[in-house]
């Protein structure tokens, strides 16, 4: 399995970018799936999910009301469309399957897109 994050780049606080995610094997229609980021120094959290049915989205606080999760089956493509981006968003963004509620990644990762945003 392969998970081919993108979209990532250098902005200024405010700015928007939106990340995509494409696996090479498992299909977003079949997994719950989710967005992780790796600040500096820090551990890799989740920051959003979604549902395999795509009913459901959940955010970490720090990103409520400005990022947005979604899929499109067709491309097999997971993206995170993020807004208002902060200094703090900054880090290393990757995509995987989770299991819902606990938020645990499967074993795979990617290689992940860097985002940073300067203030």
């Known amino acids: 399995e392969q998970l081919i994050e993108s979209g990532g780049g250098v902005v200024q606080a405010g700015e928007s970018l939106k990340l995509a995610c494409t696996p090479s094997?498992?299909?977003?229609?079949?997994?719950?799936m989710g967005w992780f980021r790796q600040a500096p120094g820090r551990d890799r959290d989740i920051v959003a999910a979604?549902?395999?049915?795509?009913?459901?989205?959940h955010y970490t606080d720090s990103v409520q009301g400005r990022f947005y999760i979604s899929k499109d089956n067709v491309r097999n493509t997971l993206y995170l469309q993020m807004n208002s981006l902060k200094a703090e968003d900054t880090g290393v963004y990757y995509c995987?399957?989770?299991?819902?509620?606990?938020?645990?990644?499967?074993?795979?990762w990617g290689q992940g897109t860097q985002v940073t945003v300067s203030s």
């Open positions: 995987n399957a989770v299991t819902w509620g606990t938020w645990i990644p499967s074993d795979t």
């Open positions: 094997i498992r299909t977003v229609s079949s997994s719950n």
């Open positions: 979604l549902t395999r049915n795509n009913m459901i989205t």
